[in-house]
């Protein structure tokens, strides 16, 4: 498809258990961010990358969570040891340029039970 | 202060009313703003772009003030279909690429 794709879209996990969640973006977007948002609540930065680099990792909540990129496409966020406070939907997006229009992923819905 | 503020709402209108949301941003170098959609358990879709001599989308007006340091989104006409969550989004200028969003107004339209 044309759009931002993510997998899986839903993902139940034990607490303590390692989780991947995958991001493909729009083919030629060079800027690649990932958001998580909790019910109800407002959208949360994670991280920015901008080809295979991130010049912004700040939003990253601890060092259980990471992320790379590999080819300037595709992106993985990898959270380790899981807690339940983890659960929440990521949301990947992805854009052409710095200040140019973003969009979405449908977002990985990651329960930890 | 949050970097980016909005009233959650919900704002009930009926059908066919005007309705209007502000959002103010605290860092005064910011250069990109846009308003998006995000509707219940899905993701945040791009609605418009603010420029600074505003613009308008059909029902839809975007205005920004850079002097009170706010945005606004006006809808006329109001439909149901218009049930929603609208985020205000800031980006600044000297940062990688931070997209601040606002978490968000609900509007709840009917009948």
């Known amino acids: 498809g044309a759009g931002v794709s993510q997998s899986p879209s839903n993902k139940v996990t034990e607490k303590g258990k390692d989780v991947e969640l995958r991001c493909d973006p729009i083919s030629g977007h060079t800027a690649l961010y990932w958001y998580r948002q909790s019910l109800g609540q407002g959208l949360e930065f994670l991280i920015y990358?901008?080809?295979?680099?991130?010049?912004?990792k700040s939003g990253l909540p601890s060092d259980r969570f990471s992320a790379e990129r590999t080819g300037g496409s595709v992106s993985t966020l990898t959270i380790q040891r899981t807690q339940q406070e983890d659960s929440a939907v990521y949301l990947c997006?992805?854009?052409?340029?710095?200040?140019?229009?973003?969009?979405f992923g449908e977002g990985s819905w990651l329960t930890v039970v | 202060r949050k970097e980016v503020e909005q009233d959650p709402g919900p704002f009930n209108v009926p059908e066919g009313a005007t309705v209007a949301f502000n959002c103010t941003y605290s860092?005064?170098?910011?250069?990109?703003f846009f308003w998006y959609r995000q509707d219940c358990r899905k993701e945040p879709k791009l609605l418009m772009s603010?420029?600074?001599s505003g613009n308008e989308d059909g029902r839809f007006t975007a205005q920004l003030n850079r002097a009170s340091q706010y945005i606004s989104l006006l809808i006329r006409d109001s439909k149901l279909s218009d049930s929603a969550t609208y985020l205000c989004?800031?980006?600044?200028?000297?940062?990688?690429?931070?997209?601040?969003f606002g978490t968000g107004t609900r509007l709840q339209v009917t009948l």
């Open positions: 990358f901008q080809g295979n680099s991130a010049p912004d």
């Open positions: 603010v420029y600074s």
């Open positions: 997006a992805s854009s052409s340029g710095r200040g140019n229009t973003i969009y």
């Open positions: 989004v800031v980006l600044p200028t000297g940062t990688a690429s931070k997209l601040t």
């Open positions: 860092n005064s170098a910011s250069q990109s």
